[in-house]
């Protein structure tokens, strides 16, 4: 796998944004550490998912560009995949919630793309893009669990290390674990000393319950505001890549996340979505102790206006 994301990071290189490294002295100085922020928020589309659509769909053949490509997300994958889509000329389907971030979907159909939406509640995305499949013939390419896009993902850390060779630690989010296992396998080959950790919600810890555990949980649809994070659980490619490289899955309440999204608003003046300020809570919280030079990947910064609205006036962090 780390070939590939050696070669994901190739087929990037002239396409996605070198995202900024960001630092706080006030942060450091609290911590009593040197933390890095890896801005994913910059990142075309808003978030890691572009790197991962982008290697997936041009390696597909001409005739599975000409037929289109099917997708299922809550909301980054979405429009990644329909940027991707707008940038090759390749037409996209993008199976949605309807209760996804309302700016996830008006950006997903800005780009493009044909949005399906489908409840939650009483329907499974996988189901709904089978159906679609059998009634077609695109190309689906899933949000975590398939190769080319877990080497694109991985090409984060790949970026990250290459800039920042001494770090000691790296902690990313994990929702079904392409960013997470990417990171981890780049990790570890490049700096095998280098802890990774993965940070959940506790309200969808099914993948730390999958971690400790060795079996593989499922939590359809947790409640949690990190709505990136809501994958029901980890796939059959990102659990065993998750299980061999990951040091340790730990979990942050939703108060932690929301302090740590307000720490990025307020002290670092960026925009980060729920999903992508897990790192800095599990920082904040205590639930990491952070020692030397500690990398964070902020995985996106598409949030929606009511939400962030409602977690800046919560209070101060």
């Known amino acids: ?14 396409v996605a944004h070198k995202t900024p490294v960001l630092t706080s002295s006030t942060l450091n100085k609290q911590l009593g550490a040197t933390i890095y922020f890896k801005c994913e928020n910059f990142q075309r589309v808003g978030a890691f998912k ?23 997300s809550s ?14 000329g390749v037409a996209t389907t993008i199976v949605m919630p309807n209760d996804a971030p309302v700016t996830k979907i008006a950006s997903t159909k800005g780009y493009g793309a044909t949005v ?15 159906e679609l499949l059998h009634e077609t013939q695109l190309t689906l390419i899933p949000p975590f669990d398939h190769e080319s896009v877990i080497a694109g993902q991985g090409t ?5 290390l290459q800039s920042h060779p001494s770090l000691n630690t790296i902690i990313a989010p994990c929702g079904g674990g392409g960013l997470l296992s990417g990171t981890a396998v780049a990790a570890k080959n490049m700096q095998p000393t280098c802890q990774v950790y993965g940070i959940e919600p506790e309200l969808a810890n099914d993948a730390t319950l999958s971690f400790k555990t060795g079996k593989l949980h499922v939590k359809p649809n947790p409640p949690t505001i990190a709505d990136g994070t ?21 979990t942050v309440s939703e108060d932690a996340i ?38 964070v990947i902020i995985s996106g910064g ?8 409602d977690i800046l006036s919560e209070k101060s962090f």
């Not at 909301?75 to 090759?88: D, E, K, R, Y």
């Not at 720490?263 to 670092?268: I, K, L, N, S, T």
């Open 156 to 160: 984060v850390a790949y970026e990250f």
């Open 302 to 309: 598409n949030i929606d206006a009511n939400t962030m609205i």
């Open 230 to 250: 809501r994958t029901a659980c980890l796939g059959q490619l990102t659990f065993p890549l998750i299980q061999t490289y990951v040091d340790d899955m730990l």
């Open 116 to 130: 399906i939406e489908y409840d939650p509640q009483t329907q499974q995305r996988e189901k709904v893009a089978e």
């Open 258 to 295: 929301k302090a740590a999204v307000r720490f990025f608003y307020y002290r670092m003046k960026i925009v980060v979505e729920p999903s992508g300020a897990l790192g800095l809570a599990a920082l904040m919280s205590g639930v990491i102790k952070p020692q030397g030079e500690v990398g």
């Open 1 to 14: 796998m780390f070939e590939k994301i050696q070669s994901a990071y190739q087929r990037l290189s002239h």
């Open 50 to 72: 572009f790197r991962g659509a982008f290697n997936s769909i041009a390696q597909l053949s001409d005739e599975q560009k000409k037929c289109g490509v099917l997708a299922y």
């Open 75 to 88: 909301g980054n994958h979405a429009q990644a995949i329909a940027c991707v889509g707008q940038l090759l």
